[in-house]
C-alpha cells in the first residue's frame, strides 16, 4: 500500500512560486508518480509525471517551462515546483502514485492506483 500525502499549497500572487511535496508510506522510486489538478467546476487534469528507473519526465502543455517535477529517493519523496504562476493554476493538485503503469506517458488518471488528499494551491491576479 501507498499512502502520499501531498504538503506546499498556499495562496501566491501571480509571477510566483510554490513548491509542492508528495511523500508516502511506501516506496515512491519504483512506482511512476503524477501530478493532477482540478480547478473548481473543472475535469482532473493532468499536470506532470515522473517515471520510476530512469525518471522520465512528462508535462503537460499548459505547464510545460514553468513546472518542474523531480524525485529524492532518498527521502521518498517527489516534488512539483511552480514558478510563474497564473491565475488559471489555481487548483488543487493531487499527487497520485501508478505502481503498474508500463506505458508511457501516463496522462490519464485511471492508470493510477494511490492519490493523495490534496492541496490547495490559489493564485491570486
Given amino acids: 500500500q501507498v499512502h502520499p500525502v501531498e504538503s506546499g499549497g498556499g495562496l501566491v500572487q501571480a509571477g510566483g512560486s510554490l513548491r509542492l511535496s508528495c511523500a508516502a508510506s511506501g516506496a515512491l522510486s519504483t512506482a511512476t508518480v503524477g501530478w493532477f489538478r482540478r480547478a473548481p467546476e473543472k475535469e482532473r487534469e493532468f499536470v506532470a509525471h515522473i517515471r520510476e528507473k530512469n525518471g522520465m519526465l512528462y508535462y503537460a502543455d499548459s505547464v510545460k517551462g514553468r ?33 503498474e503503469i508500463r506505458r508511457w506517458p501516463a496522462t490519464s488518471p485511471d492508470r493510477y492506483e494511490y492519490w493523495g488528499q490534496g492541496t490547495q494551491v490559489t493564485v491570486s491576479s
Fill in 67 to 99: 513546472f518542474t517535477i523531480s524525485r529524492d529517493n532518498v527521502k521518498n519523496t517527489v516534488t512539483l515546483q511552480m514558478i510563474t504562476l497564473k491565475p488559471e493554476d489555481t487548483a488543487v493538485y493531487y499527487c497520485a502514485v501508478g505502481t
